[in-house]
């Protein structure tokens, strides 16, 4: 898997931190448009001071839940992080001011989904660029959360508490090296999919164009 997040990162022109203990936080959004649900990870991985690397895989969710499509805070829509690598977008704040977590310092780029119903629509609505407190943060503080529900406004959610203590110690130890400042990367299939799908329709089309064309000529 390493390899593989390694080569997608390196594809979009993203940066990797091989640094000791220096963190990579990759968010992969599945294909699935199914909302509400937590069916996307949050992978961590850094290099360890022997050259190993160490990396984790967290159950999470990058959409933000039904209640917020249905009731968005911005007239434009509810935010849904557009793919893309923030560097250095993120610090270890209070979210909401209750506890720890990453909370946004500087911009990211959000789609606004304005359709006002509990469908993500991820290739209509309107792009954004700006501070909205796209934070990285847990759902319940025990145990693992069902729903995301009230949890995401377009925020990246860890579903369990654990593993976002485990996260966030690393964090800390991130912060002790490297200074309080993270970069948070959304690698989004759903897009990737449409683009693939896309060139698909184009290559067949000229394909089929090519062919028409050899067949009026050879008569």
Request: net charge positive; with cysteine.
């Amino acid at each position: 898997m390493l390899g593989r997040i390694k080569s997608i990162l390196k594809q979009n022109g993203y940066e990797l931190y091989t640094e000791p203990y220096r963190l990579n936080i990759v968010g992969l959004r599945s294909e699935s448009i199914v909302p509400n649900q937590f069916d996307d990870e949050i992978h961590v991985f850094y290099a360890k001071s022997d050259g190993a690397w160490n990396y984790h895989i967290w159950p999470a969710t990058t959409d933000p839940g039904t209640f917020w499509l249905n009731n968005p805070v911005y007239e434009q829509g509810t935010a849904i992080l557009a793919q893309g690598q923030y560097q250095n977008s993120y610090a270890i704040g209070k979210h909401k001011g209750l506890y720890e977590a990453l909370v946004q310092t500087k911009p990211v780029t959000v789609i606004r989904d304005y359709d006002r119903d509990a469908l993500l629509d991820f290739y209509n609505g309107e792009k954004q660029t700006g501070i909205f407190g796209i934070n990285i943060h847990r759902a319940e503080s025990t145990g693992t959360t069902k729903l995301i529900n009230k949890y995401s406004a377009g925020c990246q959610v860890f579903q369990n508490a654990h593993d976002f203590e485990q996260f966030m110690t690393l964090c800390e130890q991130h912060r002790k090296l490297y200074g309080n400042s993270f970069t948070y990367a959304l690698v989004d299939f759903r897009s990737m999919r449409k683009v693939t799908i896309k060139r698909l329709v184009t290559a067949l089309s000229v394909s089929a164009a090519m062919a028409l064309g050899w067949i009026v000529f050879s008569k």
